[in-house]
């Protein structure tokens, strides 16, 4: 561990007490480009299911869609963990959902008198501002370094965002009454990740549906797609869908890309 600052110094502990097989080991770095790239590099040099690599700041941050990832040095949770998981690429989104939900929860349990919930397809949202994002991305589909690299943003201490994105997010600190502690959060989200994605890499959504659907940002908001459809978002499907009725009635189920709110 390289200069952990003070919320996160128990975080060996506290993640060795959830039983969990994900955060071990634990490696904190300074700074590095994006946590994501550390763990696609040591999965292919044969790095264990369960590894994490979480760092204080990221020079080179990615988001979905081939987004910039920004964050303040030590205000948030940044962190990557390499699941060696054998998943057909069809399967990779409702990984991410999972993953959106683990961390949903653990968002909610610091914060719990805050409507935390997940945005389909991977952000975790309260009152429409993102408190976290997660980008999942698979090494090598089969083969002995076949893997997965569940990447996680939450901010957690900002008070402020940049201008781009500030009118968009919030963070634990703003949702929670008491200061949130990192390494309480990173070991939650590691035991619902670590329970949650054997769950579901195994049985698909079926079991954490009922969980997803209540959690579900956008059920019932008026919606427009990246393709410009607009219409009501009517809940996330069992192959982690989400079904849009359009004013005609006739209803959508999107696989991937994003939905926005409408007005
Ligand atoms: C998104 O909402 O677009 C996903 C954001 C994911 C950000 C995290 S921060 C840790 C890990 N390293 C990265 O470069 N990205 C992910």
Redesign the pocket.
Known sequence: MTNASFDLERAPELIAATGAALGRPLEILDETA???DVAKRAAKLGAPHGATWLAET?TA????QG?V?LAQRGESL???VLARIVCPPSRLPLLALAAGLAVRDAVAKAAPRADVRVKWPN?VVCEGKKVA???VESIGATGANAALVI???INVHSRTFPAEISPRATSVALLAHAPPERAQLLADVLAGLDKDLTLVAAKGLGLVHARLTKADALAGARVVTDAGMTGTARGIDTEGRLLVASEDGERTALVAGEVHLVG
């Open positions: 994006s946590t994501n990221q941050g990615r988001g979905r987004r990832w940044l962190f990557s952000d994002g997660i980008l990447g996680v943003g």
